[in-house]
C-alpha cells in the first residue's frame, strides 16, 4: 500500500520532471529506491498518475488544440495535426514491439543504464548549439514531414529510462531547425496521444482497474499533486525557453545527476 508522503512525492515528481527536459522516468526511480526501493505497487502506481500530467498538458494548450480542430474541420488545413501523427507512429510501433524488455526490472530499474542515458542526453543538450543543424525552421507550424519523422524517431529513444520524452524530442527539434520553445511546444504537443495511449493500455486489464479502486485515496492526490507541480513547470520551462534558446542548464544538470547516480552504485 503507498502511503500518502509517497504519493506526493511521486506526483511532485511526475509533474516536475515530465515537463522539465530532465527524465520523469529516471527522477521516478530515484524518488523509488529513496522511498524504499522498487515494488509491484510502485511500478503499477506510477502507470496511473500520468493523468495528472495529461490534464496538465491539457489545460496549458487547450487554446492551441482546440485551433488545431478548427484548422481541421472548419479550414481543411491538416498540416499539424498530420506531422503530430507522423511523429507519434514510431514510438508507438516500437512501444508494441519492445513492451516486453521496457517493462522488464532489469531494463526499466537498472540505474547504470538510466544514468548513462541521462548522461549522453544530457550531453547532446550542452553540445546543442554546435552540432550541425538542417535549415532554419520559422515554428512547429511550418515543419516539413520528414522533419517530423525524425523527432518521432527520436521518440523512440525515450523508451529507454533515463533518456526523457521531451529531452529527446526537443533535441531532435533543434538539429531539424526550431529554436528551443517551439521545439518544446512541439514536443508537447506530440506527447498528447501518447500520454492518451499510455492511460488507455493501462486501464485495459480488470486487474488494473481493481488496483485503481483499490488505491483511489493516494491516486487521486499524486494526480492532483501531478497536476498542479506539471502546470507550475510547463510555464517555467516555457517562459525560460522564450527568454533564452538554451538546454545547457539541464544538460549540465542531468551529467552532474548521472554521474552521481553511477558514484552510488559503484559504493553500494
Known amino acids: 500500500m ?53 490534464l496538465a498538458l491539457l489545460i496549458f494548450y487547450r487554446k492551441r488544440i ?14 499539424l495535426a498530420l ?3 507522423i511523429t507519434t507512429i514510431p514510438a508507438v510501433i516500437a512501444g508494441l514491439l519492445l513492451s516486453d524488455l ?14 548513462c542515458a541521462m548522461m549522453l542526453i544530457g550531453i547532446a543538450m550542452v553540445a546543442i548549439d554546435r552540432l ?14 520528414p522533419r517530423a ?9 525515450a523508451l529507454i529510462p533515463g533518456t526523457s520524452r521531451s529531452g529527446s524530442t526537443i533535441v531532435a527539434g533543434r538539429l531539424t531547425g526550431l529554436d528551443s520553445k517551439s521545439a518544446a511546444d512541439y514536443s508537447f504537443l506530440c506527447s498528447i496521444p501518447i500520454m ?17 479502486a483499490a488505491n483511489l485515496p493516494m491516486l487521486a492526490l499524486s494526480n492532483l499533486v501531478a497536476f498542479i507541480s506539471g502546470l507550475i513547470a510547463i510555464h517555467f520551462v516555457m517562459k525560460y525557453l522564450r527568454k533564452k534558446n538554451s538546454l545547457r542548464p539541464f544538460g ?17
Open 149 to 157: 519523422l525524425i523527432i518521432g524517431l527520436a521518440q523512440c529513444v
Open 102 to 115: 521496457i517493462e522488464s526490472n532489469w531494463f526499466f530499474s537498472n540505474m547504470v543504464v538510466i544514468a
Open 252 to 268: 549540465i544538470y542531468r551529467i552532474v545527476l548521472a554521474l552521481i547516480i553511477i558514484v552510488f552504485e559503484l559504493i553500494k
Open 196 to 212: 492518451f495511449g499510455v492511460m488507455a493500455k493501462s486501464l485495459i486489464s480488470s486487474s488494473s482497474r481493481a488496483y485503481i
Open 66 to 79: 482546440w485551433q488545431i480542430l478548427v484548422d481541421i474541420f472548419k479550414n481543411h488545413n491538416i498540416k
Open 132 to 145: 550541425p543543424k538542417m535549415s532554419k525552421v520559422k515554428d512547429e507550424n511550418h515543419l516539413s514531414k
Open 2 to 54: 503507498i502511503e500518502w508522503y509517497q504519493s506526493v512525492t511521486l506526483g511532485l515528481t511526475q509533474g516536475i520532471t515530465e515537463f522539465i527536459p530532465v527524465s520523469s522516468s529516471g527522477h521516478l526511480e530515484v524518488a523509488q529506491q529513496v522511498l524504499g526501493g522498487r515494488t509491484p505497487d510502485f511500478h503499477l502506481f506510477l502507470e496511473f498518475i500520468n493523468l495528472g500530467t495529461l
Open 83 to 85: 506531422n503530430v501523427i
